[in-house]
Structures are given as structure tokens and as C-alpha cells.
């Protein structure tokens, strides 16, 4: 998984990460149902605060890119939403 965040662009890095994520899941870049790396784990690797990771991955498992398994951590939703359904809501 290829993320990168820039402290010095405009768009904060909460965004950054949660777009970079929606796309890598989309993509297949990470497998349904594969775990993600731990919050520190991201957190360490990106250089950023642990906290912002963790409101990334609240936002994907709101919409549904993403479920927590008690005692095991985070995994790829076994059906993330579709592309088109994304792409729809950005063109109104």
C-alpha cells in the first residue's frame, strides 16, 4: 500500500488519507477482507498524529469501506461501496 500525505498542501491531511484509502480499497490495492495496518502502525509510517488515523478510519467505516472486528482490528468491507456510486455524487 503506497500513502503519502504532504504536510505542506492546502488539503489537510485527514482528507489526503481518507481519499488515498477509498481509492487503494477501490482499486483492489488491498484484498476484501484483508486486515489494514494498525493505527500506529499508519500513524508511525506517515509521520502523522495517530488520532487523525483513527478519524480516517472512522470515516471509511461510516461509509462502509471499512468494518472492525473486535479483537482482530480493521478490514477491507467484504463490499465496499461501488466506484460509480462515488463518482455519481461528485458530478451533481
Known sequence: MNLK???HSPIPIRRQLTEQLRHVIEAGGVPRDQAL???REL???L???PNTVARV???L???GYVEARRGKGVFVAPA???IS???SCKTR
Request: hydrophobic share 35%; no cysteine; charged share 25%.
Open 61 to 63: 467505516k461510516q461509509s
Open 37 to 39: 495496518p494498525s493505527i
Open 80 to 82: 465496499p461501496p461501488r
Open 43 to 45: 500513524a508511525g509510517f
Open 85 to 87: 456510486a462515488r463518482a
Open 5 to 7: 500525505v504532504d504536510g
Open 47 to 49: 509521520g502523522v498524529n
Open 57 to 59: 478510519i472512522d470515516d
